[in-house]
């Protein structure tokens, strides 16, 4: 039996958990500055580690405590540590990984340093269906938007990403337009509910080219002329019509992606796999969908715990000492 304490802090959400042989959820907690950050219209870096500092121990002691463990003087209450280590905002990351390199040389312990993507990439192995290798990923999230082959554990191709924005990110600065509170997604889905998602014709980037690439920067400005050429506009055709676009535009992707490559298993993870028009319209897939439970989509430590734990399974889990890294790709098992 293995014990790992997973901590992310790479954005906005701290997050601890407990992970039991890598699937078993003992605890998740999760605290969300997103209502500090709302008044800035999006994430503001050094609010956002000074809050994690301010939190952090005191929900590491919540998260052993909810899985029924207690850090009783000198023995350590789980087996090992695993913390986010990029990419994100630098001085968020400096957190967790310092706090969990410190705690993990404290009760002498091993310390798992975690790609954020990974992370998400292994959000569905904590539910009741895991996938099977191999299979693709839709990973959408506020700072990413990719499509990944997992050939086997920890064998990664990236086979199209975002050349511009991310596609959480479109959604989040779209919401600016359109005055509705930050977070984005779960605002322009909510609007989007009562609109017509045929109101307007909004583009679907790269959509002629043969890349499995995307670009969400022509479908924003494309909203803010259409709202400059009607001011009057209802908030909710548009942000109908523009949920529908960036919705099909994953979907054109990974169909693209599916039958390319042969894969007919895919998992979509990341904040914006929570979006609903997205579960729906990924379910007309021909491909075995996964997805992860709703309290894993959003940033959270089982996650991280997650992929640690399988990183150890596999034996190549990542040098203890990584630098923190506000940008940097996926990393295969070999370190590449
Ligand atoms: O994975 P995540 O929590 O943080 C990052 O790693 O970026 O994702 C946050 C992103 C935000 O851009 C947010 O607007 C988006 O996920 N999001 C959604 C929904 N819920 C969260 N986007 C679309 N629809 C949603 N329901
Ligand atoms: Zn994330």
Redesign the pocket.
């Known amino acids: 039996m293995s014990l790992i304490l997973g901590i992310e802090t790479?954005?906005d959400?701290t997050g601890l958990a407990v992970v039991k042989d890598g699937t078993t959820v003992l605890s998740n907690v999760v605290i969300s500055q997103i209502d500090t950050h709302r008044a800035f219209g999006g994430v503001v870096p050094e609010i956002a580690s000074r809050m994690h500092t301010e939190v952090i121990y005191q929900l590491t002691q919540r998260a052993l405590e909810e899985a029924g463990l207690s850090a009783t003087r000198g023995a350590a209450p789980v087996d090992a540590i695993a913390a986010t280590f990029g990419p994100g905002l630098m001085g968020s990351l400096l957190v967790g990984l310092s706090f969990g390199r410190a705690a993990a040389a404290a009760w002498h312990i091993p310390f798992l340093p975690v790609h954020?993507i990974e992370g998400?990439l292994f959000s569905v192995f904590l539910g009741e269906r895991r996938p099977e290798y191999p299979f693709l990923a839709l990973v959408v999230?506020?700072?990413?938007t990719q499509i990944i082959r997992c050939r086997a554990p920890h064998q990664y191709q990236v086979l199209g990403t975002t050349r511009d924005d991310a596609v959480?990110?479109c959604?989040?600065k779209v919401a600016r337009l359109l005055n509705l509170p930050y977070?984005?997604?779960?605002s322009?889905?909510k609007a989007a509910a009562e609109g017509d998602d045929n109101a307007y014709s909004f583009p679907i980037g790269l959509s002629a080219k043969s890349t499995l690439d995307f670009s969400y920067s022509g479908l924003k400005t494309a909203v803010l002329y259409a709202l400059r050429e009607h001011p009057d506009a209802p908030v909710a055709d548009v942000a109908a019509s523009f949920q529908r676009a960036a919705v099909d535009a994953l979907i054109l992707k990974t169909a693209a992606a599916l039958e390319e490559t042969g894969i007919h298993r895919l998992v979509i993870a990341?904040?914006?796999a929570?979006?609903r028009r997205l579960r729906e319209s990924a379910a007309g897939l021909d491909a075995k969908l996964f997805l992860p439970d709703m309290a894993y989509c959003?940033?959270n430590g089982a996650m991280i715990a997650a992929a640690a734990a399988s990183r150890l399974t596999h034996q190549c889990s990542l040098p203890p000492d990584i630098p923190a890294a506000a940008t940097i790709t996926l990393m295969d098992s070999a370190g590449n």
């Open positions: 790479s954005c959400e954020h998400h999230s506020g700072g990413h959480g990110e959604f989040d977070p984005g997604g779960p322009i889905q990341g904040g914006v929570a979006n959003v940033d």
